[in-house]
């Protein structure tokens, strides 16, 4: 994708998104930062080729489509669209419910939807965009206790991502789904672990998990501005993505990395271990 992109960001207060809106600046493109509110994201320096905007992805789909529209005519259009936005509610499936799933999608999930519904329609009249989403390696390894309901978020955008990817091909606009592993960012570790609804027999794996949870960022293996310089590489087609097929999944991290070939090997075990049963139930 050669010259100057117009590049919308959700949730760029801090983690990914803050880092970035920097890195797209710094290679010359023009971005157009959201956040919840203006004031978490009055850190960013003054830039001819930056535009902020208030943005909750947890509006209304009135609400985000006037203003993913008004994004639209800042600068005539939008080439990336980056679906950022998102945090992980730590609690345990049964003692959490059907409440916190609910309140896990409305943002990492319903709000992908809506605002990439939103911006769809400015894509497709130029038949060109590239729609980014900031997935999970958690959409792969579930098991953490803790992680239920932010896993099963993420794993909705991961199956969303792929049947995006076939229903745009038509149209020239591209999905790339990003899957990071543990990076030293703003994550889930620290988010209040929810103990509303607590039940005895979890004593132990909640008291467990909320140890883990409790632990301070920055002991994560991955680098933030080194996997966002990647994701700005494999969007422009330059750097380490020079000359190679577009990917689909773009995974980072080691740890992501073992944990996806991981369950990969576990589901070809399973595959092959019943394979005769698998087999076994079709019409002869």
Known sequence: MLGQKVWLITGTSSGFGRRLTSLALA??????ATARTLRKIEHFTQHPNLHLMQL?????????????DHAARVWNGIDV???????????????????????????????????CNAAL???????????????????????????????????????MSESLASELE?????V????PGSFRTEGILGHPWDCSNPIPDYDE????GRVNFSKPAGKQPGDPEKAMKIVVDVVKGEGCAAGREWPLYLVLGKDAEVDIRNKCAKVLKHLDDWSDVIRGVDVV
């Not at 509006?59 to 993913?68: C, L, N, S, Y």
């Not at 950022?84 to 309140?103: D, I, Q």
């Not at 794996?205 to 467990?208: E, L």
């Open 205 to 208: 794996q909640r008291a467990d």
């Open 176 to 179: 790339l789904l990003v899957e």
């Open 170 to 174: 038509p149209f020239n606009i591209r």
């Open 121 to 159: 329609p400015h894509m497709r009249k130029k038949r060109n965009g590239t729609v980014v989403v900031i997935g999970s390696r958690s959409a792969w390894k579930p098991e953490t206790r803790g992680l239920g309901f932010y896993a099963a978020s993420k794993a909705a955008v991961h199956a």
């Open 56 to 68: 909750d992805v947890n509006a209304g789909t009135k609400e985000i489509k006037a203003r993913i």
């Open 27 to 32: 290679r010359g493109d023009r971005v157009i």
């Open 81 to 115: 669209l980056v679906n950022n936005a998102g945090y992980g509610l730590p609690a345990l499936l049964e003692e959490g419910g059907a409440s916190v799933m609910l309140r896990q999608f409305q943002t990492n999930f319903f709000g992908v939807v809506n605002v």
